[in-house]
């Protein structure tokens, strides 16, 4: 159970980062919501979290800016005195063949995802370090491990994930702070509502257990990597894909 601690969750509004955040809540955690946008969505989020009796606060921001991510960090120790977790969920993509993929198209997927990921993993841990203690959880991706067509600026920004978790986790043990990355396979989001129903159908053939998994799922596999029950486990690449990526 995650009573009591305190949580920021970048892309916390919709989807995976959604997911998370009720998981959270409705294990008695406050949690901050970073969100890019839409606003509507954020309170609407905001709101139905809030029924659990939990804190649940709002910033909006971009995550590529490293001050976004100084400045959500910032705030959550005001609002709730403490830094206990950080995941980093917020991610974008831009798909398309690597030929006529463009410089920008390549380098706003790595500022958002990848970079991202590491101004908030700096910001949070600084605080964590002084606490001695806390839980980091990134997002990577099966394809940061297997790789997709269409998907170099994806992919690269998930395996980068990858190497950041690793090295951070090697960093930051001693300090007693656990750095851990999940990485779910096909996921039911507003990311995959895009596929044609060939794709999916594709996609779903080359799955084990035989079905798309949900973002409770890979909810469940974070909370769990936040919990006092993951204190052993570190610098560990959980794959949430119902056996795709075997």
Same mark, same amino acid.
């Given at each position: 159970?995650?009573?009591?601690?305190?949580?920021?969750?970048?892309?916390?509004?919709?989807?995976?980062?959604?997911?998370?955040?009720?998981?959270?809540?409705?294990?008695?955690?406050?949690?901050?919501?970073?969100?890019?946008?839409?606003?509507?969505?954020?309170?609407?989020?905001?709101?139905?979290?809030?029924?659990?009796?939990?804190?649940?606060?709002?910033?909006?921001?971009?995550?590529?800016?490293?001050?976004?991510?100084?400045?959500?960090?910032?705030?959550?120790?005001?609002?709730?005195?403490?830094?206990?977790?950080?995941?980093?969920?917020?991610?974008?993509?831009?798909?398309?063949?690597?030929?006529?993929?463009?410089?920008?198209?390549?380098?706003?997927?790595?500022?958002?995802?990848?970079?991202?990921?590491?101004?908030?993993?700096?910001?949070?841990?600084?605080?964590?370090?002084?606490?001695?203690?806390?839980?980091?959880?990134?997002?990577?991706?099966?394809?940061?491990?297997?790789? #997709? *067509?269409?998907?170099?600026?994806? $992919?690269?920004?998930? &395996?980068? /994930?990858? =190497?950041?978790? %690793?090295?951070?986790?090697?960093?930051?043990?001693?300090?007693?702070?656990?750095?851990?990355?999940?990485?779910?396979?096909?996921?039911?989001?507003?990311?995959?509502?895009?596929?044609?129903?060939?794709?999916?159908?594709?996609?779903?053939?080359?799955?084990?257990?035989?079905?798309?998994?949900?973002?409770?799922?890979?909810? #469940? *596999?974070?909370?769990?990597?936040? $919990?006092?029950?993951? &204190?052993? /486990?570190? =610098?560990?690449? %959980?794959?949430?894909?119902?056996?795709?990526?075997?």
């Amino acid at each position: 159970m995650l009573k009591g601690k305190s949580a920021i969750i970048t892309g916390g509004v919709r989807g995976i980062g959604k997911a998370v955040a009720e998981e959270f809540c409705r294990q008695g955690a406050n949690v901050l919501l970073c969100y890019r946008s839409n606003e509507e969505a954020a309170k609407n989020t905001a709101e139905e979290l809030r029924q659990y009796g939990t804190k649940v606060e709002l910033i909006k921001g971009d995550v590529s800016d490293p001050a976004h991510a100084d400045e959500a960090v910032k705030y959550a120790q005001s609002i709730f005195g403490r830094v206990d977790i950080l995941v980093n969920n917020a991610g974008i993509t831009n798909d398309k063949l690597m030929m006529r993929m463009s410089a920008d198209d390549f380098d706003t997927v790595i500022r958002a995802n990848l970079n991202g990921s590491f101004y908030f993993l700096k910001a949070a841990s600084a605080v964590m370090i002084k606490q001695k203690g806390g839980r980091i959880i990134n997002l990577s991706s099966i394809v940061g491990v297997r790789g #997709n *067509a269409g998907q170099v600026n994806y $992919s690269a920004s998930k &395996a980068g /994930i990858i =190497g950041v978790t %690793l090295s951070a986790a090697k960093e930051l043990g001693k300090r007693g702070i656990t750095v851990n990355a999940v990485a779910p396979g096909f996921i039911e989001t507003d990311m995959t509502h895009v596929l044609t129903e060939d794709q999916k159908k594709a996609m779903t053939g080359a799955i084990s257990l035989g079905r798309v998994g949900s973002a409770s799922d890979v909810a #469940n *596999a974070v909370a769990f990597l936040a $919990s006092d029950q993951a &204190a052993y /486990i570190t =610098g560990q690449i %959980l794959g949430v894909d119902g056996g795709m990526s075997i």
